[in-house]
């Protein structure tokens, strides 16, 4: 089950709410509980509680679903249906992560930008913030991951957000010592595709498969690549043995080295 989904299962045995503003108020409380991930506070609130409230309806729904495909019908339905939802903001995060997941990091950027744009007073702004971080850290913009994650530390030193922003710096600050004590680190390149799916298929075969994988971009010839890279090396050598091993074992027909400039 998904993170945050243990919060809302028994949704429809909640006690009935009899007016408008009784179901302001729990939507504006539940809302600030899922912000701050206090997670037995919400579930308390939702077994006591039911709301009529169909783009709620909606949100949770979205939460609920196991399959992310599903998720995403919900979310989608409820930002086009009801635009003005308290949980339009919550929806927008929800769609970045799952995108973040499938690797399609540039929809994830895209989302989080639109969550900042439309909803200035969203308790979200330093959690995008430090989403939009692992986006640019994910597509190789060490950078510009290393302003995000400061930009999520700037309201509060005691949040979550604020301790997952300072071990991705901590991240980036490290691998670049490495790279500077050690020089580029070599890869073996599996794959390289100009369909995205295609890629993310082939990265999952690997993943599931418990090797440590690395998904790129590049441009060749004006065509956007996307790049799938098995392990991390100091030295050509152990990276070609390791290609080598893999071939061996018939996981992998061929492969190329590859190096981080």
């Known amino acids: 089950m998904k993170p945050g989904h243990i919060i809302l299962i028994l949704i429809f045995g909640f006690s009935t709410l009899t007016s408008l503003s009784q179901a302001q108020t729990l939507e504006k409380e539940f809302r600030k509980l899922i912000a701050e991930g206090r997670t037995d506070e919400a579930r308390t609130l939702i077994l006591e509680t039911k709301s009529d409230s169909p783009d709620l309806c909606l949100f949770i729904q979205g939460m609920l679903s196991e399959d992310a495909d599903a998720s995403l019908k919900y979310y989608n339905q409820l930002l086009r249906e009801y635009p003005e939802s308290n949980f339009g903001d919550f929806t927008l995060m929800l769609k970045a992560q799952l995108a973040y997941a499938r690797g399609l990091y540039r929809s994830s950027l895209s989302l989080l930008e639109g969550l900042l744009e439309n909803y200035e007073e969203t308790p979200l702004r330093e959690k995008s913030n430090y989403w939009m971080g692992l986006c640019h850290q994910a597509l190789g913009k060490a950078d510009s991951a290393a302003i995000y994650f400061k930009r999520a530390q700037a309201n509060s030193q005691n949040s979550e957000t604020y301790s997952l922003a300072e071990s991705s ?36 075969f690997f993943e599931r498969r418990g090797y440590k994988v690395t998904f790129s971009q590049k441009t060749r010839n004006g065509t956007l690549l996307y790049l799938v890279w098995l392990g991390s090396f100091n030295t050509r050598d152990e990276a070609r043995a390791f290609g080598e091993s893999l071939k061996r074992k018939a996981i992998i027909k061929d492969y190329s080295l590859v190096s981080e400039q």
């Open 169 to 204: 710096l901590k991240t980036l600050r490290d691998t670049e010592n490495k790279s500077n004590e050690t020089g580029p680190l070599y890869h073996i390149q599996v794959g390289a595709f100009s369909v995205q799916d295609n890629a993310l298929n082939r990265k999952a």
